[in-house]
Structure formats: C-alpha cells, structure tokens
C-alpha cells in the first residue's frame, strides 16, 4: 500500500511541475490580458483567463501568442513565462493582422482557375522539342544548424562509454546487434552525412517522338551497384502540379490573396493558404504556404510549402520563363525524418539503453534526453536548356529511362558547387558502413517486393501464388519461386505447386526463361503446365503484377474449371518502350471439371494453339534493370490485345478462333479523375465453353448466407452478377469510375475520398446448344451502380456497394445488391 501511495504521489507531483505557465500583460498598462489564445505551430494550447494566465503542456520550444487588437508574440518555452503585447495602433492593417474567414478568398480562386486552365499553354511541353540537364543531391542528416553540436556530443558521449564497464550479460542476441549497428552508423556520422546521392540527369522531349531522360552519372553511398528503381524516383514538381493546386484538393485548403508585387520585373500575385484541420483549434494567422503567380501568363512562378508542425520540413520551387515557356530553375525541399534520441543518466551523463515502457515510474526521473533531428536535403538544379531544336528519332529509341554511367566519375562536371568536408567524407565512410552490414541485399529484397516478389539471395518468391481461394478447390495454398539473375543473367528457371484443399488435388508448374538481350525485353520461354482454371476467363496476357493481384479472389463463387496440361513456348519482345509484343504456341489436353458435354463430343479435347498479344502503352515509362523492365511510371491509355487460333494439327480436336481487346484509360478533369475500361471479345469456330467467354460476376449463384454479397473490387468483374452463370461468344462492356474532386477527413490523418461506378455490358451466343450446361446468354444489356468510399473513416481499406439495374433486375432486394472491400494493400 505504502508503495502505491508513493507511486501516486510521484505521478501527481510531475503532473502539477510538468505544466508551464505563461501570463500575458498589455505592454502600455500592465493591465492582464484576457482570452489571449496560445499555439504551439498550427494547434491551440488554450486561452488565458481574467488574470491573463495560462498552465499548458507542450512539447513545442515556442509558442505563439494572439490576442485581438495587439501585435502577435512568439515566447520560449519555460516553466514560468511571461510576456507582454504591443497594442496595434489604428493604422497598422494588413493580411497577417486580420483575422482570416474560414473560407477562400474569391479572388484567390480566380487566379488558381486561371492558372490551372493555361497550365499546357505555359508548359514546356507546348512547344516542339527541348533539351536540358540537371543536378540532384539528396542527402541525410542532422538538422544543419545542430552539426557542430552534434559531433560534440558523439565525442563526448563516446569518450564517456569507453570508461564505462560492460557488465549486462544477459541482453538478447537481436539486441546487440541491434545496438552494434546503431554505434557503427553513429561512429561513421560523427564526421560524415548518413546518406549522400547525386545524380546528373539529361532531359530529352520531342513531340514527334515522346520523352526521353537519359542518367548521365550518378553515385550513392553505401552501394556499388546503381539501384535503378531509385534511379526513376524523381522528388520534385518537376513534371507534376502541387498537390494544393490540384482541383479535387481544392476543399482541404483555403487561398487568400495577400498581395501584388514586381518580382524580377514582372508583376505577380501572391496567395497565401493553410490547410484546413480543426477549425477552432488552428491558429488564423499561421498559413502553410504561399503561391506566386506570374500575373500576365498565369503561370506558376514560386512554390512555397511548410509543414504544419514548426522545423518539420519545407518546399521551395521557382520557375523562370524561357521563351514564354516556364521551366523549373531550382528547387530546395527540407523534410524531417524522424529523431535521434539519447537517454543520458544525470549522474554520471553516460548513455544508456532505452528506458522501457515498463520502466518503475520511480526510475524516470534518473534520465534526461538528448534529441536531434534526421532530415532530407534535397537539392535540384536546372540547366543548359536548348528550345526547338532538331531531334532525331535514334537519340529516344529504347526504353524512356537510361543509364549512361554510374560510377560518379562525370558528377564534377555537372555539380553546382563543391561538396562539403562532411559530404566528401560520405562516400568512405558510409560505405564501409553498408558494406559491413550487408545492407546492399536487403535493399535488393525491398526492391524486389514492388514487384510482386519475395527474394532471397538468388531465389525470388511469386506472392500470387500463394493462397487463393474459389468455389472448385476451397483453399489453395502454394509456393512459386524463380531463380534470378544472381543465378544467371541469361538462364531463369522456376516452377510452382498449389494444394487444392477442397478438390484434394496437387497442381503445379515448371519452366524456363532465356534472355536473349540486356538492353530490352527479349525473352525465349519453354514451359509445362498441369493446373486447373476458370472457364471462359478473359485473357490477363501482358497484365503488370498488380493487375493481377486484384483478380486473386476473382473465382470466390465460381465452380466452372477446367483441367489443363500445357506443353508450350513463347517469345516476349519489347519492339519499341510503349509497344510489347508475346507469341505463344501450346499443346493441351483440356478436360471440364464440371457437368458439360460440348456437341456430344464429351468434355475432354486436345488442343494445338498459337496466340498472338500487344500492349499498346504510349505514355509509360520504363528502365532496364538486372532483373528485367520496370515501369516506374505508368501512363495511360493502355491498350491490350490478344488473338489466339486453334489447329486440327498435331492431333489437335479443335478449330477456332478468339479475339479480346482492352482498353483502359485514366484522366484528370475539373470533375476528378475518370477511370474508363472498354472490354470486349469474339469466339467463333469449334471451341468448348472455356475458349468462350465468362461476363465475370462475384455474387454466389446460390447464396446461403447474407455474407454471400460480400466481394472485393476486381479488374473487370461484376459485383451484383452471380459467378459463372453468364457466358458469351462475343460481347462488349465498359466500366467507367469516377473520383469525385474533393477528399475529406474524418478519424485520424489520412484523407478519404469517394468514388461512383457505372458499367454495362451485352454480348450474344450463336450456337448456344452446342454447350450442354447450365447457363444463362447475356442477350440484354446487364448494368449496375456503384458507390465506393475509400480509406474508409480514415482506415487503410475501402466500403462500397453496388446495385443491379434494368432487364436482369429482380423483385428481391439481396439479390441486385452487393457489397464491396477494397483492401490498399490492392490497390
């Protein structure tokens, strides 16, 4: 009892001493000033009471003092404060002193609308062709005005736990080395930065032939090899609008017009905005950002972004015109990540382990800490621009990224000024430091993952195959796994096996990839196949891994598979960077798994098959790595299309022909972004109901349960339509979804965002008798609606719904409604 008593009486002792108190005075009286709100950055502490005082806590260094009719104030932080205000005199008035609405200034708005219609007018990219160059450094390190006392404390610190006798046994292995590693980062950044980049970057355009970026040089600490996923990573507004000019962010924000000024000879407007959080408690003086705007072009010529929170980060953009075209001249972004902190005994300032949560109550007050700030430096520089001259076709063949060299060699040439002592001093240090802890590999593993890949060492593993679940084989688990270039960069075997828990029967695959070429996609492929799969499935050749992923769950009610042993061979070739193309030929043995019988000739064929597949992806952008394309950036529209004919040769039983196409779009209006999908297909000649097609529903033909409309959004399926029932040997149908142009919060930081869907689709059977089974012809038009709220209540998962409309409509509520999750991890 005696011990909680203490315990309670400690806690209630730091609770009152923990508490500042600031009062606040009228500089000309003395007198207390009254309901003078305190913020620390953009969130009210509180406000005083009739004596002018009030007891905060806060972990800011300053605050910020307003009260109406006196000039602000901004005071340190400490335990006893006080401050007095200057009143404001009649004349003194200006944006910053008014109390600002909580909403847009009109004016504001105009001049945003303006700029946001002449935006392609004042782009770069209005004109024929241009050629320019850029540095970028990037670089990790303490917060540049606490470097010196930083390398003091290190030193100290150091000196400190070198006398220090080692006498804890008993810590686990992980932590050690943990903790080993964190002293080896700390020694290595005494002297030098955490993590030093650059980079020399040419940029090519031509309206005739596209976009071109060629990487002159580049060097990263730490790794010997380039990361060419990083190499694509571009962290400025170089080719983008900022995020608060956008129209759908147009409701988080409110603009001001603060003021008309001659700014390198011409006139410009300046917009002040902040974002908008919790009205009552946001500070109405405090702004975000500011926006200059060229005042004759309307064309943006000044970014200027902070965080909320003070010394969390920073943007600053400029542009220059150049023929009245506005380029980006130089950017500067300062953004915080995260803290580095000390617990240092008050005894004897030695550093100890990090006090645990369960740390007695009565130990805290044994430690003090030690904080300093870790922020990214990036810093861009624009020149050498060349306007309308003569490109040629050769200098934008291969892919829209390319790496000339990387060994650093060329970077002298192109740096804007000369690297510091401690930025020199990054190269040898953090080196070593990564090379002794192998961290190269574990940045290849994460590389790998935006694949769709687990890897590891030379063994990388397929996530997509390994769980699925349909109503044929209930729950499917398996493994896929391929060998990758650090086995060889010309040979790449893999393989594949699923267990069917319901079916009770093992599947898998085995084949082989041989790169004919290191410069673009030219692959040789041999392969066997013994599986089981969906009838009637529209072909998802040349899809990208998460295209894929999305339909994982497609056949949740569907039983209509079909078994397929597969000899084949392909050759996938990329002719130019937006034009792939993949030819396949194949011998099965196919064999219905369900109760079919297709002209009285059973349900068990061979089949001799060659396909033909292009994708069309005009404005995508890819790299060449070690382990094949990447697309770091992909464009729309993207066009896919496959032709695929069966022989009566070899034993083959089949004659036909298929044809399907894709086309999906994506663009940006002043009603929010529009997503469209056109899909369609036609089957004809001797072809069992697998060589047909499936209008792809997600409903449980037979629901047992209310949980039976429960589905997750897919690529091309129908959320109200039930699973196998619609078959066609040609149809059309679209699916257009909206993103509505605003995005709101409600629990916690992250935005939502509310998106409408409408799709249709109508197709036909010509010999529908041929197919002996149970099925429906989708001969009218099929429709349903939809409502998705994403980042549902702030969450990392969507809730929407859809309901069926017109001809298939039923009296039954249950059965035109569906339920929809949409999970990010997705999407």
């Not at 009552?280 to 950002?289: D, L, V």
């Not at 240092?344 to 645990?356: E, P």
């Not at 060889?488 to 085995?510: I, V």
């Not at 999908?677 to 097609?693: E, M, R, V």
Request: proline share 2%; charged share 30%; aromatic share 14%.
């Amino acid at each position: 009892m005696t011990k909680l008593l203490s315990a309670l009486f400690l806690f209630t002792t730091l609770l009152f001493f923990g508490q500042n108190q600031l009062k606040v005075l009228n500089k000309t009286t003395k007198k207390p000033i009254e309901n003078a709100a305190i913020y620390c950055d953009d969130n009210l502490l509180g406000k005083t009471n009739y004596e002018g005082v009030l007891s905060f806590k806060t972990k800011c260094k300053k605050v910020e003092v307003l009260a109406s009719n006196f000039e602000d104030a901004l005071v340190d932080v400490k335990k006893s404060m006080e401050v007095s205000m200057q009143p404001l005199s009649d004349k003194m008035s200006n944006i910053d002193r008014v109390v600002i609405q909580d909403k847009s200034d009109p004016r504001a708005l105009r001049i945003l609308d303006e700029l946001n219609k002449r935006a392609k007018e004042n782009s770069p990219k209005s004109l024929d062709s241009y050629n320019f160059k850029s540095y970028a450094k990037f670089s990790i390190d303490v917060d540049q005005d606490t470097i010196d006392t930083f390398k003091k404390f290190l030193a100290v610190r150091k000196d400190s736990l070198s006398k220090v006798e080692k006498t804890d046994f008993k810590q686990k292995e992980k932590e050690i080395k943990d903790s080993l590693i964190g002293e080896d980062l700390l020694d290595a950044s005494q002297e030098s930065q955490m993590f030093l980049w650059e980079k020399a970057t040419e940029y090519k355009y031509s309206k005739s032939f596209g976009e071109k970026t060629n990487i002159i040089d580049n060097r990263m600490s730490g790794f010997k090899n380039p990361i060419y996923e990083a190499l694509a990573i571009n962290i400025s507004n170089l080719d983008r609008t900022p995020r608060q000019l956008r129209p759908e962010n147009r409701k988080l924000f409110n603009f001001y017009l603060s003021d008309t000024l001659q700014i390198d000879g011409r006139k410009t407007f300046i917009i002040k905005f902040k974002e908008i959080t919790d009205k009552k408690k946001q500070n109405p003086r405090k702004f975000n950002g500011k926006i200059y705007v060229d005042s004759e072009t309307y064309a943006l010529k000044k970014f200027e972004s902070a965080n909320k929170k003070r010394n969390e980060g920073d943007i600053v953009s400029v542009w220059k015109p150049i023929n009245g075209k506005w380029f980006l001249d130089y950017e500067d972004i300062k953004l915080k990540m995260g803290d580095q902190t000390f617990n240092i005994s008050k005894k004897d300032s030695v550093k100890t382990d990090t006090l645990k949560k369960g740390q007695h109550l009565s130990d805290r007050h044994k430690y003090k800490q030690k904080t300093f700030g870790n922020y990214l430096y990036v810093k861009n520089r624009f020149f050498d621009f060349e306007l309308n001259k003569e490109q040629k076709a050769s200098e934008f063949k291969g892919y829209s990224l390319e790496m000339k060299n990387s060994d650093g060699s060329l970077l002298e040439k192109y740096r804007t000024d000369s690297l510091t002592a401690r930025e020199s001093a990054t190269y040898t240090k953090i080196d070593s430091f990564v090379q002794k802890h192998d961290f190269e590999k574990k940045l290849s593993t994460l590389t790998q993952l935006m694949r769709g890949n687990l890897r590891y060492k030379m063994i990388d593993f397929d996530i997509t195959k390994l769980f699925s679940y349909d109503k044929y084989q209930g729950l499917r688990l398996g493994a896929g796994l391929k060998l990758n270039e650090k086995f060889s960069k010309t040979f790449s075997p893999d393989g594949y096996f699923g267990y069917g828990f319901k079916d009770h029967t093992w599947k898998y695959g085995l084949g082989l990839d041989v790169k004919l070429s290191s410069k673009r996609t030219s692959v040789f492929r041999v392969d066997y196949v013994d599986d089981v799969f969906a009838a009637g499935r529209f072909s998802n050749n040349m899809w990208d891994m998460m295209m894929k992923v999305n339909d994982i769950n497609l056949d949740l009610h569907n039983a209509n598979f079909y078994k397929n042993q597969k000899w084949g061979a392909s050759y996938l070739y990329d002719i130019s960077n937006s034009l792939s193309m993949k030819i396949a030929v194949n011998k099965e043995k196919q064999q219905a798994l369900f109760d079919y019988n297709y002209k009285n000739l059973g349900n068990q064929f061979d089949n001799t098959s060659a396909t033909l597949s292009f994708k069309f992806s005009p404005n995508d952008k890819n790299i060449m790595t070690p382990s094949g394309k990447y697309t770091y950036e992909k464009g729309f529209p993207q066009v896919y299309v496959n032709f695929e004919k069966g022989f009566e040769t070899l034993n083959g039983d089949l004659d036909y022909n298929r044809l399907d196409a894709l086309i999906i779009h994506q663009f940006r209006s002043k009603l929010g972004y529009t997503n469209i999908k056109l899909f369609g297909g036609i089957s004809s000649g001797t072809a069992p109901i697998w060589k047909n097609f499936e209008i792809a529903g997600q409903n449980d033909r037979n629901p047992d349960h209310w949980y039976s409309n429960i589905n997750t959004p897919n690529n091309l399926s129908f959320a109200t339509m039930p699973s196998g029932t619609f078959f066609a040997d040609k149809f059309v149908a679209f699916k257009v979804s909206q993103y509505l142009p605003f995005r709101f919060k409600t629990i916690g930081s992250r935005y939502s965002n509310i998106e409408l869907e409408y799709q249709a689709a109508i197709g036909d059977f010509k010999n529908r008798g041929d197919h002996q089974f149970d099925f429906q012809v989708l001969d009218h038009y099929y429709q349903e609606v939809g409502l998705i709220w994403n980042r549902f209540l702030g969450r990392n998962f969507g809730v929407g719904f859809s309901y069926r409309l017109g001809h298939y409509q039923t009296s039954q509520f249950k059965d035109n409604f569906g339920i929809k999750l949409r999970f990010n991890v997705l999407n």
